[in-house]
């Protein structure tokens, strides 16, 4: 990770990007550069992320185009989210935006009869506010020929077993988490 990734993760531990109305006098809160800034960017990619590039786009010039020129509330953010992608991003803004921490994973494989056999053990660095992050996470499986593909798994329980079938004869050699850096989380993959 970049130094500036390292900042964002040792000081989003347990801050929310949301600041109440008791804390909106409070410069200091509002102008935090990694809860405000930093964090909040990283939640605008990871919408990105989940969206994919053409409706990222479409949401960002539809969203510019209905409320420019007045100010709206996150509930407002979030309805047209949910309107042009049809999808319910309520638990994804919640645990993100008015949430705390990020998620850490420790995930174990092995490669047996033609499969990848992936446990994963997800918890959140601020267990007490956001004990779980339901989301996606990609992992990109290296074979020993020097093929590759990358696999996407959703996790809505802290441990969790998945399964993936392999092309004939492939040998995995290394499995990499999230290997595009869409995500504000880290893992350990043994």
Known sequence: FSPLMDKVFKSAQSGSVY?????LDDNRRIFDNVLSY???ATLVHML?????????FS?????????AGTSINTDDFMALLN?????????????WFYGEGYPRFDIVWQQADGKLYLASDQKGTTTSVTP?????????????DDSEETVTFYQDK?????THALASGKTIGSIEFDPSNWLLAKAVVN
């Open 59 to 67: 949401f960002l010039r539809e969203y510019q185009t209905r409320f």
């Open 158 to 162: 802290s441990k969790e077993t998945f």
């Open 19 to 23: 600041v109440p109305e008791d804390e």
């Open 48 to 56: 990105r992320y989940e969206l994919g590039d053409d409706m990222f």
């Open 83 to 95: 309107e042009m992608s049809g999808k319910d991003f309520t638990a994804f803004l919640y645990q």
């Open 132 to 144: 779980l992050f339901k989301m996606n996470f990609d992992m990109k499986i290296k074979y020993t």
């Open 38 to 40: 930093y964090k909040g």
